[in-house]
């Protein structure tokens, strides 16, 4: 059974159209006077979708400060929080030193962008240390002429064709 709230006449005309949609799904059943069935408030806004971080699970009887909900959690787990490995980092997965590679530049090659930037450890998939290592061999290499500040290696940069095929 569906009961309407009645409200004053000011309190009515100060109500925004977000509140007299909730007012409206408001069901008071006959029974329980004191109990409100919200209903699916959800369905007027659309599904909205809560992030994992911000759900927190405390067990029972645990007592929580209200710091654990604030943002400010959020950005110490992140920056204490744990450190994931890289997994595609293929210098720890088959033993290579980065630092050893200075001197072949067809591999440091592969992580030159085409103008010759260093690429973010983000594209390249390194760890810290890693990348750390691969940019200064890039110098080294770079450093004594083996390697172009402007572009990639030449076996990389893409050939003219001369004349008809």
């Not at 067990?59 to 929080?81: M, Q």
């Not at 083996?146 to 990389?156: G, M, R």
Request: proline content about 4%; some cysteine; aromatic content about 8%.
């Amino acid at each position: 059974m569906l009961t309407r709230l009645m409200l004053p006449i000011k309190q009515a005309k100060s109500l925004n159209c977000s509140t007299i949609r909730f007012i409206s799904q408001v069901r008071l059943t006959p029974n329980m006077k004191t109990s409100v069935d919200v209903g699916n408030t959800n369905a007027i806004e659309g599904n909205k979708r809560v992030d994992a971080r911000f759900m927190k699970k405390f067990p029972r009887s645990s007592t929580y400060d209200p710091f654990d909900f604030s943002l400010a959690r959020l950005h110490l787990e992140k920056k204490f929080g744990s450190t994931k490995q890289s997994k595609n980092d293929m210098f720890d997965k088959y033993g290579i030193n980065p630092l050893d590679l200075y001197t072949s530049p067809e591999v440091l090659s592969q992580f030159m962008s085409s103008t010759g930037k260093i690429l973010h450890r983000d594209v390249t998939g390194l760890s810290a240390k890693n990348q750390r290592r691969l940019s200064k061999s890039i110098r080294r290499a770079q450093a004594i002429g083996l390697l172009s500040k402007t572009h990639k290696d030449v076996s990389f940069l893409p050939t003219r064709t001369s004349g008809k095929l």
